[in-house]
């Protein structure tokens, strides 16, 4: 099955500066990578996707790239604000089922 | 409209007690989820149902785990005799059919927090 591993764990920055998380994934049939943000004591929601047949995306302050032959996609969140402060899950399907990271705790710091 | 449900919220059960866990999806949508959050850990996948097809159990972590849904809608988690290392929050998710395919957003539910004295 499908093993996503995600880096970092936690993550901090300055506001304004950008972050980075990274991702990779074991199944080569994996054909859809999602990032979900999840607040503290909220549910998780989709910030962006990214299809297979892409190699990159992009809305306003969030780009995610990927990398095929790699295995592996990033999230990048640029002029970053407090609010963006979250635990952010990267995610990756292939058949039927959905596999997220263990998750990375940005901070951001006013 | 309204998103996913679930239900109790917060569930409180003594060690060796079975419990079940409801999620009501969004209507229409064919797919469901369920997953497994511990403290400050990530989301561990558990079950997916698809329409009427068998349902993917490769997640559950023993056999004390088992997951129904009735009529391709509500879906019942249930955990029998209950384990301290049990306790977590447990979500589901659903997607919509449609052409979009493989590529559907999970809309998650608020979760069930789940305690074993």
């Known amino acids: 099955g499908e093993n996503v591993e995600q880096h970092p764990s936690t993550l901090s920055v300055q506001e304004g500066d950008s972050a980075v998380i990274k991702c990779t994934y074991s199944?080569?049939?994996?054909?859809?990578f999602p990032w979900y943000k999840q607040e503290l004591g909220k549910r998780p929601q989709l910030i962006i996707d990214?299809?297979?047949?892409?190699g990159e995306k992009k809305d306003q302050r969030i780009a995610v790239t990927l990398n095929k032959t790699a295995k592996h996609f990033s999230l990048h969140i640029t002029e970053t604000q407090p609010e963006d402060s979250a635990v952010y899950f990267c995610?990756?399907?292939?058949?039927?089922?959905?596999?997220f990271g263990a998750g990375t705790r940005l901070t951001v710091k006013p | 409209g309204a998103g996913v449900s679930q239900s109790p919220s917060n569930k409180v059960t003594e060690k060796g007690k079975d419990v079940e866990l409801r999620c009501d999806p969004i209507?229409?949508?064919?797919?469901l989820y369920w997953y497994r959050q511990s403290l400050g850990q990530g989301l561990e996948f558990l079950i997916y149902?698809?329409?009427?097809?068998?349902?993917?159990k490769s997640g559950l972590p023993s056999d004390r785990f088992s997951a129904e849904r009735t009529g391709g809608s509500v879906s019942t988690l249930t955990i029998q005799r209950t384990q301290q290392e049990d306790s977590a929050v447990y979500l589901c998710?659903?997607?919509?059919?449609?052409?979009?395919?493989?590529?559907?957003?999970?809309?998650f539910g608020p979760g069930t927090r789940l305690t074993v004295l």
């Open positions: 990214i299809r297979s047949n892409v």
């Open positions: 149902f698809q329409g009427n097809s068998a349902p993917d």
């Open positions: 998710a659903s997607s919509p059919p449609g052409l979009a395919g493989p590529y559907n957003e999970q809309f």
């Open positions: 199944d080569s049939a994996s054909n859809y």
């Open positions: 995610a990756a399907k292939s058949s039927n089922d959905m596999r």
């Open positions: 209507s229409g949508h064919t797919a």
